[in-house]
């Protein structure tokens, strides 16, 4: 049984009017009885909550930073209407509204109430309880009661670089010899014969398509198609480090998004692994149409955790997912702890088979802080912005001597700038 704010308020009158009686202790009983009365009555005739039925529907799934609307489905399978405030309760990640609704549902009908989610992280959100109180005509109590209705909703990574994706297929189409700037090529697939013209490698001359056209003509490349590309992600304690408003991790995701999309149009095969002290998730290589979103519902849950990074593991992990060449781009951060830890020592059996790229994410503050001349903070604090990023450019020196391609970029340039190593590797058949 609930009893409502009236029905407090009831009972304050009934004191003052006691208090104000002549003879109180008759007062007193009568005014207990007719509360008392009346709260039963409202109990009695409240209707019930155990009659309450509730579904939902909705999309299962959106993207971080897009409404998600949902329909709660309100069905009285009892005798009696139901006078009713529901609250549906979810995890304040999920960032619903409204969270609770007033409403009236007669005997064998059902009624709809509309929400929406905004969430606010990524992974799944599901309810709680819905708690129901049924209020009696006169509003002074009435019968409470909780349902479970589950659902879930998996909210994806937001995918911002989506923005890049013209520019990047832009540029994919020179690659591969699609538009009018062409250029010969630095693939070892074969694309056409062309007129020669001064300045060709005299080696890519083809002496019998000359004998027979009369003139002489050369072979065009174009970049290898159904390459591999291997995307990992550093899920240690170093991508839980916010860089922004986000979490390294996810800007590693968006990254890898964009990479994977233009990879796809290719005509690249793209697989996925996430590992820090174990592997958290791997997705073997593949071309499907829908790798793009099937990624992003494996990076959905995928959150930081706070151990090292197991390099030795993430290779070998690597080399049983893929026995082709493939390109290998690690998302992970330069510092030392990293990097001549735990990467280096790693590295040699990953860049004998594979081509190896280390996508790593820079913080703008750091140049910010560099700049800084105001007072003894503040230069204290750029020559430590100098040497931590002294630091990075030694350890991209050390791993561009072992045959690693690096990008450092900061987080409005970092997606777009791996994707543009990939490019330029593809453009010199080297995956």
Sequence with gaps: MAITGRAAACAFLGAVAVALAPVPGVVILIVDLLIVGLVLLDV???????????????????????????????????????????????????????????????????????????PTRRGDREP????????????????????????????????????HLPSALARLREVEGQVAIRGGGAGSEFDSLRDYVIGDDVRNIDWRGTARRGSVVVKTFRPERDRRVVCVLDTAR????????????????????????????????????????????????????NLLSRMSEAMATLEPALVEADHEGIVSTVLRMTRRRALVVIFSELVPAVI?????????ALTARHTVLVAALRDPRLAELATGRGDVRDVYAAASAEQTLLRRRQLTEELRSRGVEVVDAAPDRYAPAVTDAYLSLKALGRL
């Design 128 to 163: 709680f309880r819905i708690t129901v109180r049924s209020l009696g005509p006169l509003g002074l109590a009435g019968r409470q009661g909780r349902h479970h209705c589950p659902w879930r909703v998996r909210v994806l990574p937001p995918f911002h670089s989506r923005r």
């Design 44 to 118: 009695a005739l409240a209707g019930s909550v155990r009659a309450l039925e509730f579904s939902r529907s909705g999309p299962r799934g959106a993207r971080l930073g897009q409404p998600v609307p949902l329909v709660l489905t309100v069905s009285n399978n009892g005798t009696r209407a139901v006078r009713a405030r529901i609250r549906d309760a979810w995890p304040p990640s999920a960032g619903a509204r409204p969270l609770t609704y007033s409403v009236t549902v007669p005997a064998g009908e059902r009624r709809f109430l509309e929400a929406t989610l905004y």
């Design 238 to 289: 170093t991508s839980a480090g916010r860089v922004g408003d986000a979490p390294r991790l996810d800007h590693a995701l968006d990254a890898a998004l964009l990479l994977t999309a233009v990879a796809l149009r290719a005509g690249d095969r793209v697989g996925l692994v996430a590992h820090d002290s174990e592997a958290r998730l791997t997705l073997p290589e593949s071309s499907e149409g």
């Design 340 to 348: 001549e830890e735990s990467l280096l020592p790693a590295l040699p």
